[in-house]
């Protein structure tokens, strides 16, 4: 089963919620990142994010293996977008299914947390200013 994915066009978050639902569960956990408008005191107009695609989503499903057995939880899946994105786009989304809150709650945190760290995908700002730049350039190939 695939828990990790990529995606190039908007994120359904309610399919997605859906397919983590069933008898069993209890609560259900999801954190969504958008685009903002500014960064670090600067004004972003919009944002590029690429990816290694199969090593990303080898480390995705990693992190998903890994949340499904460090914590009490029935499922978890995790999107994140690629390519360009504008203000107030869904850049990320995380939901976690367990049979009680704090579970799915410490869940979905680890998973994001994991992800921003640990998956291969590169974030380039667009400026207001006119120029353009990569967050954290050091961990680029």
């Known amino acids: 089963m695939t828990r990790f994915a990529l995606a190039d066009t908007s994120i359904d978050t309610a399919t997605l919620r859906a397919q983590l639902l069933d008898d069993r569960v209890g609560g259900y956990a999801s954190f969504e990142g958008w685009v903002r408008n500014h960064n670090e005191g600067r004004d972003v107009l919009g944002l590029r994010y690429e990816a290694y695609d199969a090593l990303a989503q080898a480390e995705g499903e990693r992190v998903l293996a890994e ?75």
């Open 67 to 141: 949340a499904m057995e460090r914590f009490d939880i029935l499922d978890a899946k995790c999107v994140h977008r690629v390519g360009d994105l504008a203000i107030g786009e869904l850049a990320v989304w995380v939901g976690v299914s367990a049979a009680h809150r704090d579970a799915a709650f410490a869940a979905c945190r680890f998973i994001i947390d994991e992800v921003k760290a640990r998956v291969p995908i590169w974030k380039h700002e667009r400026y207001a200013e006119g120029d353009a730049g990569w967050l954290h350039p050091e961990a680029r190939p």
